[in-house]
Each structure stands twice: as structure tokens, then as C-alpha cells.
Nanobody, 120 residues
Framework: QVQLVESGGGLVQTGGSLRLSCAAS????????MGWYRQAPGKQRELVATITSGTTSNYADSVKDRFTISRDNAKNTVFLQMNSLKSEDTAAYYC??????????????WGQGTQVTVSS
């Protein structure tokens, strides 16, 4: 079984910073793209950032120049450094990863989510 476990969410004031972590564990042969998504109350889940195994990153326009995604392949972990946080960043943040538990077989996995609340 593969699990993704997020940590690092919390309450922060406008302009502050938070760092989210997501560690994959279980039977893992290889990990491809990892990413972060978020979902605010009453809204659809949206892409925040993704990073390939070759560390090419992609960001939503709303977070460019404020958020940085990175990964530690040796620890099967992806990070999201969030700076200059705004109230509109308030949401549940979900980690996602495309993982092969067996050679040639890939599946998308999701974490349970971690809440980020930005207060003014």
C-alpha cells in the first residue's frame, strides 16, 4: 500500500510563510510527477504546482513568484514553500503523486489534505 502524508499546514497572518511537506511511503518502485492542489470552501480543487522527477516545475499564475515547489527524491518527499501569503490562499492543500508500485504500472495517489488558513 502507498500512502501520502502531508504536514505543515496551519494558521498564518497575511504576508507570512508556511512550508508544506508530503512524504510518500509504502511499496514504491518509482515516483513520477508530484504536485500540490488546493480546494477552498465552495470551490473546485485547483492546481497549485507540480514538479517532475527531473525537477521541472509548473505553477498556477496565482502563486507564481510566491510559492516554490521542490522535492527530495531520496526521501520520496515533496515540499511547497509558501511566501507572501494572502487571504485567498486559504484552502485545504492536497499532495498528489504518480507512483509505480510495480514496474510499468502507474497510479495517482492523494494525501488526506492539510488546512492552510491566512488571516488578515
Amino acid at each position: 500500500q502507498v500512502q501520502l502524508v502531508e504536514s505543515g499546514g496551519g494558521l498564518v497572518q497575511t504576508g507570512g510563510s508556511l512550508r508544506l511537506s508530503c512524504a510518500a511511503s509504502g511499496t514504491i518502485f518509482s515516483i513520477s510527477t508530484m504536485g500540490w492542489y488546493r480546494q477552498a470552501p465552495g470551490k473546485q480543487r485547483e492546481l497549485v504546482a507540480t514538479i517532475t522527477s527531473g525537477t521541472t516545475s509548473n505553477y498556477a499564475d496565482s502563486v507564481k513568484d510566491r510559492f516554490t515547489i521542490s522535492r527530495d527524491n531520496a526521501k520520496n518527499t515533496v515540499f511547497l514553500q509558501m511566501n507572501s501569503l494572502k487571504s485567498e490562499d486559504t484552502a485545504a492543500y492536497y499532495c498528489s503523486a504518480r507512483i509505480s508500485a510495480r514496474l510499468g504500472r502507474w497510479q495517482d495517489y492523494w494525501g488526506q489534505g492539510t488546512q492552510v488558513t491566512v488571516s488578515s
